[in-house]
């Protein structure tokens, strides 16, 4: 099976930081319930004139300068995302017309929430290696959840922001994995459509969709070591989905695994689900984290209830 290669990585936030301090003088919370239950600091909420293919293209072009490569060398745009700024046409449309691409190349989104950054990498993978997306896939994570978010609902406003995320991908001939999966389950999580008599709000059952993930991710984690023939101690990074620090403290002690392998940036961006993966990619790819041979994980669940989990080796 061929691999996945990330060869330049871009990100993007609005430019309008809220802190937990300020929510506090919004509605009935705390700066020391939202960081002790979340680890979460501070998220980025987009003014009127920022949206998720704004912030979408800024990361692409980050991306694609940090590839060293221009919007005409690309086969394939994906985007994933639940807060498109349309219904139709698609943020990965929107990106292109952006990016003024001289060229027709396939561009769409796809919906899996919070694993949807792993699954638009798988997509991208198989694309490419069926031999009709060109060589490069640019996989971008982009969310607006501030547009969806019930200020009225404490439990759910505090803990996402918004923000973008990009990779330049091809394949590789090293070693790679994936597990991906989705149980029909929409109680949990989920947002109404944005249709006007029917304002769009973001509702979940914190609770169980922790249990969720507790159970998910370590079980991800353990399937991609064992289709790659890795153990989790040879793993250089482990990136999960961002939703909550004590779900990540709960994976590494249901692990045994050493807390320093896995990443934590939701102090600084709250839960910004499919962007959420690959802004904690771009900060670690920033920092030079990703010296060639190493192994990264990265696992997200989500909306669904859906889970993905891929191993690249860089
Ligand atoms: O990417 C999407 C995936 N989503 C997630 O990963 C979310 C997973 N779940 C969680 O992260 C946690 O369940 C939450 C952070 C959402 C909630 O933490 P919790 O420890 O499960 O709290 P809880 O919902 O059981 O609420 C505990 C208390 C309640 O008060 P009472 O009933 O005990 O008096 C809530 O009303 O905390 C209250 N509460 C708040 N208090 C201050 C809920 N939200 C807030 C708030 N500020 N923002």
């Known amino acids: 099976m061929k691999g996945l290669k990330i060869i330049g990585m871009g990100r993007s936030v609005p430019s309008q930081c809220i802190t937990n301090d300020q929510l506090s003088t919004w509605m009935d919370t705390s700066d020391e319930w939202i960081s002790s239950r979340t680890g979460i600091r501070q998220r980025y909420f987009c003014t009127p004139e920022e949206s998720c293919s704004t912030l979408a293209l800024e990361a692409a072009r980050s991306a694609l300068a940090s590839a060293g490569l221009s919007a005409d060398d690309l086969g394939l745009i994906v985007t994933a995302t639940f807060t498109a700024d349309y219904r139709t046409p698609s943020v990965a449309c929107q990106v292109q017309q952006g990016l003024q691409m001289n060229h027709p190349v396939p561009c769409f ?48 406003f505090v803990l996402f922001g918004d923000g973008a995320a990009a990779a330049v991908v091809e394949l590789s001939d090293s070693p790679y994995a994936c597990v991906w999966g989705a149980k029909g389950e929409v109680e949990q999580l989920n947002a109404p459509s944005l249709v006007p008599e029917q304002p769009g709000v973001l509702s979940m059952d914190g609770r169980a ?50 807390p320093a392998q896995f990443y934590k940036n939701m102090d600084r961006y709250g839960n910004t689900s499919a962007a959420s993966i690959p802004l904690a990619l771009s900060e670690l790819w920033e920092q030079g984290a990703f010296p060639a041979g190493s192994q990264v994980a990265c696992v997200g669940f989500g909306a669904g209830l859906t889970w993905g989990g891929c191993l690249l080796t860089f």
């Open 109 to 156: 989104d796809l919906n899996a929430a919070c694993s949807g950054f792993v699954y638009a990498l798988e997509t991208a993978r198989c694309l490419l290696a069926g031999g009709n997306a060109g060589r490069y896939a640019l996989v971008i994570g982009a969310e607006c959840l501030s547009r969806i978010l019930n200020q009225q609902d404490r439990g759910t």
């Open 209 to 258: 969709v922790f249990r969720f993930a507790v159970d998910a991710l370590p079980r991800c984690l353990q399937e991609l070591c064992q289709q790659s023939g890795t153990t989790l101690e040879q793993l250089n990074q482990i990136v999960c989905h961002q939703a909550n620090s004590r779900i990540i403290d709960h994976v590494v002690k249901k692990l045994g695994a050493n």
